[in-house]
């Protein structure tokens, strides 16, 4: 309580009574259970009573809030769940009634329907974001298969570009070069084109190819495992002898080392090097210095005749040969499909060889990476086509 004049002592007298009594003062009194509790400038009533100041009424349950300049009135009704509450606001000066809202919680069916909504934006987005990361991740498997795939094609073209005529007799064992079907595995793999009864199919092949530097002379060759450890259509590369290589060029093609590599490419005592996996189609063309295909049916010229082999049939329409003496092709195009890393991985978890396997391998056209490169032979001794 605070005194008007701090200095002087207040003087208090009233009564304390019972439940009913009063308690006064100087300047107030103060009631009981439904007494009035009375300033110098306002009332404080109780249950249902006043509270007033000097310039304002704030009412009880069914009053009124009564400011200098304006005023408060209402009365506080009860609604269902779905109705809002509302209040009037009066305005002193006009005597006019403003409604206003006043906020309140959301309800269940509320909140569960923006849980709901959330959810579903949240499942679109997941949606999205497992798209684009399996987009993702199909873009870095295409990527490995075409550097893998090129890296390989350059190697064997590189090889090719060494391909050196030997000149010795052709009955002395000295194959300059050599193509012909896959030893360890050449059933084609036939695969059904979109669109259309159309197919085509993938046919493996294995080269051998007489290289020379100096004096020295060294045989490389090319093939392909169907099953090895698991992976399917393994690529492998054979160099022999070792370096510095041999300067007998006769013993190179016949040595058990080429002979056992071309039978089981993938055992590693044959000294193979895994290049590439998926390799389903690998095929080597030969042509002269016109430019004419090698192949059954040939125009063989006189000193063609006498150093090299007929052409002689491959698995579809393909043509194989062995080059002797001073025989070598003037160019030869080199052509290799390889699978995705995805088709390839599923193929793998399928039984070996199995019916399966192939059934699955032979819709799988459109996931095949063919490549194709022309490598020119620069060794080519123009009077073999003489």
């Not at 103060?30 to 009533?45: C, K, P, Q």
């Not at 309800?107 to 709901?116: A, H, R």
């Not at 007998?248 to 016949?254: E, K, Q, S």
């Not at 192949?295 to 491959?314: D, S």
């Amino acid at each position: 309580m605070k005194f008007k004049h701090p200095i002087q002592a207040p003087r208090l007298s009233g009564i304390v009574a019972g439940r009913d009594s009063v308690i006064a003062g100087r300047d107030s009194v103060i009631a009981g259970r439904d007494g009035v509790i009375a300033g110098r400038d306002g009332v404080i009533a109780g249950r249902d009573g006043v509270i007033a100041g000097r310039d304002s009424v704030i009412a009880g349950r069914d009053s009124v809030i009564a400011g200098r300049d304006s005023g408060v009135a209402g009365r506080i009704m009860r609604f269902s769940e779905r109705e809002k509450t509302s209040v009037s606001i009066k305005n002193s000066q006009n005597g006019q009634f403003y409604p206003r809202r006043v906020c309140r919680a959301f309800t269940l069916i509320e909140v569960m329907v923006v849980v709901t909504l959330l959810a579903l934006i949240v499942l679109a987005l997941m949606s999205v974001f497992s798209s684009t990361q399996r987009a993702f991740r199909a873009a870095v498997t295409q990527t490995d298969v075409l550097e893998g795939s090129r890296a390989a094609m350059d190697l064997i073209a590189a090889d090719l570009r060494g391909v050196t005529p030997s000149y010795a007799a052709y009955y002395s064992g000295a194959v300059n070069f050599f193509v012909t079907n896959n030893a360890s595995y050449s059933q084609p793999l036939v695969q059904s084109l979109p669109g259309g009864n159309a197919s085509r199919s993938n046919l493996l092949q294995e080269i051998f190819i007489l290289n020379r530097q100096n004096t020295q002379w060294w045989g490389v060759g090319y093939a392909i495992s169907f099953n090895s450890s698991g992976n399917l259509y393994s690529l492998y590369r054979l160099q022999a002898p070792l370096p510095p290589g041999t300067t007998d060029p006769t013993v190179i093609f016949n040595s058990p080392a080429f002979q056992n590599f071309f039978q089981n490419p993938a055992n590693p005592a044959n000294g193979g090097s895994h290049l590439l996996d998926g390799v389903v189609h690998l095929v080597v063309r030969a042509y002269d210095p016109n430019g004419v295909w090698i192949a059954p049916g040939y125009a063989l010229y006189t000193n063609f005749l006498n150093e090299a082999t007929l052409p002689f049939p491959l698995a579809g329409g393909e043509a194989g040969f062995v080059m002797y003496s001073n025989v070598v092709p003037a160019a030869v195009e080199l052509e290799m499909g390889a699978l995705e890393d995805q088709v390839r991985a599923h193929a793998e978890a399928l039984p070996g060889g199995s019916a399966a396997q192939l059934q699955y391998l032979s819709q799988q056209a459109g996931a095949v990476h063919l490549f194709r490169q022309r490598v020119t032979i620069p060794n080519v001794d123009s009077t073999a086509y003489q």
